[in-house]
């Protein structure tokens, strides 16, 4: 296939051209790079194939757009598939009018189109279906066009076998005129709008539940228009209900003011009124007909309640799992400790801190089990026993895992480093979130065999900070603790939408096909779970490969899976030096003629490359993104996109909640972003949250405009609740913060108490479900530490924060000192 300009592809069969113009103009792009991407997925290709390798097909669309395209496009395809059964099933039933197609054909949404098919859709036998086998249209009929007429007497002449008095043909009546109104596809259409933008979404405490609902108390009595409603709040309103603490109710208007809330309802009412031809002029049948209006809006609202809920759901869902995406995709680029022989300890009380050393290429080398805290307080022993792995296996790196007693561990490791001499050891906290779930796996089994359950973990915590994104691959991402809400949202979506960014980062990365395992395998494009195990059985039979070509002798790795993965599988010190970078084999006849016209090679390009005009590479198969995309990778082959890695600690003496003071200035790690703000953790084991409006000087629709996960930043504490095991953060240093005993947290928007202190906040805790600290990063130390995004520390800020308090060692003695001179750590 060429690399250069493309014939728009031929999908009538599988799309048409209003879906194309459609998707075109919500993306902001040409219908013809939409078609294209169109053709190309539908023929198998994979988002980052087309993103890195035909670019000139579609246009430069990057992996973004393809998958907005790609989500988009299920959408609108699905859309089409309800849009031609509901024509059939019209047509069917004789009723299909030419503006009756019209109608369909130009619904553009789900709700739209089934608002038109209601009248249409097949159901159980109605009243008004009753009323109309009876014979009393006419009547409902009579009374709208003349309500001159009385409706008792109108509705006597009705009375027959089946339909005993007055009464019961005037009931039948209304039941025919409330659902032809509430079938209108056009009211229901535009009352849905007028609902959402000004009705009330409400919630109340249920009776009984105030004291087992109290992290919902900010929803205790509440109440917000829909249309502003954000995402964690929906869902945080939902979860309150399901779980039987909250009753939840959409209302025309403000419940809170009775007399507002009667006026948008009879403005709703009017609207009715008018749609039926109804108004109250004294005359007979006026007062029958508009108290008809009124049972209609009844059903209407209880319908379009259930629509809206579902929109809200529906909106709040797509925010979540775009936030999850987002944070997931941060962790998984965080900078790598790349192949530095590491120290991993996964903290514990009782059962230990269990010990994995790994060596540069991932490998375990050395596995124990230490007693150093309570109950044990085997200290000295522990300290001895780390020394010695230490400088047996050159530990260059400690990984402490912040669960349960990391803190305590991280003592332990700060007094290692001093006690091993001459020893360049760095040590972090990583986040453990999913090392559990990893040890207990076949995976972990066929990767460790043989090894306890327990020490898995220090390995995994070990691996993660060597290289996060290869060693998160292997675990469930909705177990990483990135999420918001993440337990609420439908799984189908939410895996999709994960999947696609681990995807996506994989091979933005790429991977080495010689060392990669199984899990890393299976995330590059064109691969997947079989290809991934034939790749690293032949690699085990075979040796490491020599060259990308001789994956085609891979089992059922055939010429179209070559083309997708070829780019992104890497093959380091192979006979050909272009597979150790990202140029595809399909141009290195290309990259070889750029090498040759500046006369260099590729272990000496580097700056010679700044004077090549790539447009002279330019020809019929090679377009112009190919040609700068070879030439950037051939100055630096092989580079990593991820960021370079650096470190930072927590400050000393800050281990819990009631050692913070308001005024106090920390590091802290960045472990979660949600639409609302940002999760920090400072150190005690409860993350803290630092609301958008306290991130920066200037107004931000996004928190992750400001801070990023794995982020470390310079954070103030405004106010610590050890009872609700809440604390408020600012990014902001100057901000005042709460007197002891006051509080400086928010109430959210729409409840009463914000109402009176105009100001908004999240729901309780960090959108997570379990314990209260799930949401963690990768590491505390793969970012640079900045007070501001952006701005450096200032004196000022160095000096509010706690001075960092080393703990009071002196030269061992006894037992410690037996133990270290006998491991050659102490003379």
């Not at 375990?364 to 020394?387: E, G, I, K, Q």
């Not at 979130?433 to 306890?452: K, T």
């Amino acid at each position: 296939m060429s690399l250069s300009t493309v014939e728009p592809v031929n999908v009538s069969g599988s799309i048409d051209e209003q879906v194309i113009a459609q998707l075109a103009a919500e993306l902001g792009v040409a219908p013809w790079q939409v078609r294209a991407a169109v053709g190309l997925l539908d023929g198998g290709a994979t988002v980052p194939f087309i993103a890195r390798y035909r670019k000139e097909a579609t246009g430069t669309l990057d992996d973004a757009q393809l998958r907005d395209l790609d989500e988009r496009l299920r959408y609108l395809r699905e859309l089409q598939d309800r849009r031609r059964a509901i024509l059939e099933a019209i047509a069917a039933q004789g009723k299909l009018t030419p503006e009756l197609r019209a109608a369909v054909v130009g619904a553009e949404t789900k709700s739209r189109l089934e608002d038109i098919y209601l009248p249409y859709r097949s159901k159980r036998r109605t009243k008004a279906q009753i009323a109309r086998e009876a014979g009393l249209e006419p009547l409902a009929d009579a009374l709208l066009a003349d309500p001159r007429r009385s409706p008792d007497a109108e509705a006597a002449r009705y009375v027959r076998e089946g339909i005993p008095d007055a009464a019961e043909a005037l009931a039948g009546a209304r039941a025919i005129l409330i659902e032809r109104v509430s079938q209108d596809a056009d009211l229901l259409t535009e009352q849905r709008e007028k609902l959402w933008r000004q009705g009330r979404m409400r919630s109340q405490v249920r009776p009984g539940k105030e004291a087992e609902g109290r992290k919902f108390t900010d929803y205790y009595d509440f109440s917000q228009s829909p249309s502003g409603m954000p995402s964690h709040r929906v869902l945080a309103l939902f979860r309150g209900e399901k779980e039987g603490m909250l009753e939840l109710a959409l209302t025309e208007g403000d419940p809170a003011d009775a007399d507002a809330l009667a006026a948008a309802r009879a403005r709703y009412e009017r609207s009715v009124a008018a749609r039926l031809g109804v108004a109250d002029r004294g005359r007979p049948a006026d007062a029958w007909l508009m108290t008809t209006v009124q049972l209609a809006w009844r059903r209407i609202l209880a319908k379009l309640a259930v629509d809206l809920r579902v929109r809200l759901f529906t909106e709040a869902e797509t925010e979540a799992v775009r936030v999850f995406a987002a944070n997931l995709r941060d962790v998984l680029l965080a900078a790598p400790a790349g192949n530095r022989t590491t120290l991993g300890l996964d903290p514990g009380l009782r059962t230990g801190v269990k010990v994995a050393v790994v060596d540069g290429t991932g490998k375990v080398v050395a596995t124990d089990t230490v007693y150093p805290h309570a109950p044990v307080r085997r200290w000295d022993d522990a300290l001895a026993t780390l020394a010695g792995l230490v400088k047996q296996h050159g530990v260059e790196l400690i990984a402490i895992g912040n669960g349960t007693a990391s803190r305590e561990t991280d003592k332990l490791a700060a007094e290692l480093i001093r006690l091993v001499p001459n020893a360049s050891v760095r040590k972090l906290v990583v986040s453990e979130a999913g090392a559990s779930v990893y040890s207990a796996s076949a995976l972990a089994s066929a990767e460790l065999p043989g090894m306890d359950v327990s020490l898995r973990g220090a390995v995994s915590i070990a691996r993660r900070l060597q290289d996060p994104l290869a060693e998160l691959v292997k675990i469930d991402p909705k177990s990483i603790g990135v999420g918001q809400y993440q337990h609420d949202v439908t799984p189908a979506k939410l895996e999709r939408s994960l999947d696609a960014v681990i995807e996506d980062c994989v091979n933005a990365v790429g991977v080495d096909v010689n060392t990669a395992s199984p899990s890393l395998l299976t995330r590059v494009a064109g691969v997947g779970p079989l290809l991934s195990e034939n790749i690293v059985a032949y690699r085990n039979a075979n040796g490491p490969f020599a060259r990308r070509q001789d994956l085609m002798k891979v089992p059922r790795l055939g010429a179209k899976a070559f083309e997708q993965c070829a780019g992104f599988l890497r093959v380091s010190g192979g006979k050909e030096p272009l597979d150790a970078t990202s140029v595809h084999p399909e141009s290195y006849p290309i990259a070889r003629k750029i090498l040759a016209a500046a006369g260099t090679t590729m272990s000496a390009s580097g700056a010679v490359l700044e004077g090549v005009d790539p447009a002279a590479f330019v020809d019929d198969q090679v377009g112009l993104p190919t040609v700068l995309d070879i030439i950037a990778e051939l100055r630096k082959p092989g580079r990593d996109p991820r960021p370079a890695f650096e470190t930072a600690s927590f400050s000393e003496g800050i281990e819990k909640i009631s050692d913070l003071r308001p005024g106090m200035i920390l590091d802290g790690v960045v472990t979660n972003v949600a639409a609302f703000g940002a999760f920090v953790d400072v150190g005690v084991h409860q993350d803290g949250l630092v609301h958008i409006s306290a991130m920066s000087h200037t107004f931000i629709s996004d928190p992750r405009e400001v801070v990023r996960s794995g982020q470390v930043v310079k954070v103030k504490v405004m106010e610590a609740d050890p009872e609700r095991k809440r604390i408020s953060l600012t990014l902001r240093l100057d901000d005042d913060a709460a007197e002891p005993g006051g509080r400086s947290g928010r109430p959210p928007q729409g409840s009463r108490k914000a109402e009176k202190a105009k100001s908004a906040s999240p729901t309780s805790g960090n959108g997570q479900s379990g314990s209260a600290k799930t949401g963690t990063s990768q590491s505390g130390a793969a970012r640079s530490n900045t007070s501001k995004p952006g701005e450096p520390r200032t004196k000022a800020q160095k000096a509010g924060a706690p001075k960092a308090s080393a703990p009071k060692t002196s030269a061992p003695t006894g037992a410690m000192a037996d133990a270290l001179r006998a491991a050659g750590l102490l003379k």
